[in-house]
């Protein structure tokens, strides 16, 4: 399968500052890749979907200004946390869509943001 | 919009007992993955089921597609500690726009 990595692993940050989530595919070009967060004890949500080349796609209830994604590389996907407050403190969670007959998505490491 | 619903969201067993964990749909999937986290971790990938009452084994594990493909569930005969961790299930809908729709997850405690 996809290996997936994520910078960094853990973040923190005070309130107001901005922070960038690095998502890189090691070994496959992925066209499609997925942010989620997840909230201690929770399902993942999808945040939003990043396609290279082209302006990411958000989930409702998601502020893409709040949220920017950069996927300016078949490897590797940007989310930046813009001017973070301490409810944004979560995991943030990527994802690439391999494809093929059965779309198996292979998971990042997440990084865990937290504002103080 | 589509949901996928899961239950138990909790489940304590002693070491050596079964574990059993359902997903059902609220409209038809495509195709239903499972995966596995543990505590700390990021979710696993474990199978996909794409046929209508298909049925995968791995192990003491063993996945169920339901014949109206909006259901499913994951039994664990034997539970060992290592089988500790949240297992989530998440389906593609019927339009199939890659987009995986996750359940809320069971987390499973196991008592040695």
């Known amino acids: 399968g996809a290996v997936v990595s994520q910078h960094p692993s853990r973040v923190i940050c005070k309130s107001g500052t901005s922070v960038k989530i690095e998502c890189r595919s090691l070994d496959f070009q992925a066209t499609t890749m997925f942010w989620y967060r997840q909230f201690p004890k929770k399902s993942l949500m999808l945040m939003a979907t990043s396609n290279e080349g082209s302006k990411a796609t958000y989930e409702q209830g998601v502020e893409k200004d709040k949220f920017l994604i950069n996927h300016a590389s078949l490897t590797l996907s940007t989310l930046t946390v813009t001017s973070a407050h301490p409810e944004d403190s979560s995991f943030y969670i990527c994802?690439?869509?391999?494809?093929?007959?059965?779309?198996?998505?292979?998971f990042g490491p997440g990084t865990r943001l937290t504002v103080l | 919009g589509q949901q996928v619903m899961q239950i138990p969201q909790y489940q304590h067993v002693q070491e050596g007992e079964d574990f059993t964990t359902y997903c059902n749909s609220s409209?038809?999937?495509?195709?239903i993955q499972w995966y596995k986290q543990r505590p700390g971790g990021h979710p696993v990938f474990l199978i996909q089921l794409v046929k209508s009452g298909e049925v995968k084994k791995q192990k003491r594990l063993t996945f169920q597609f339901g014949e109206a493909k909006k259901n499913s569930s994951l039994h664990i005969t034997a539970t060992q500690t290592t089988d500790v961790g949240t297992y989530f299930c998440?389906?593609?809908?019927?339009?199939?726009?890659?987009?995986?729709?996750f359940g809320q997850g069971t987390t499973l405690q196991v008592k040695p």
């Open positions: 998440a389906g593609y809908g019927s339009s199939n726009t890659g987009k995986l729709i």
């Open positions: 409209t038809t999937l495509s195709n």
């Open positions: 994802s690439l869509l391999v494809g093929g007959a059965y779309n198996e998505q292979f």
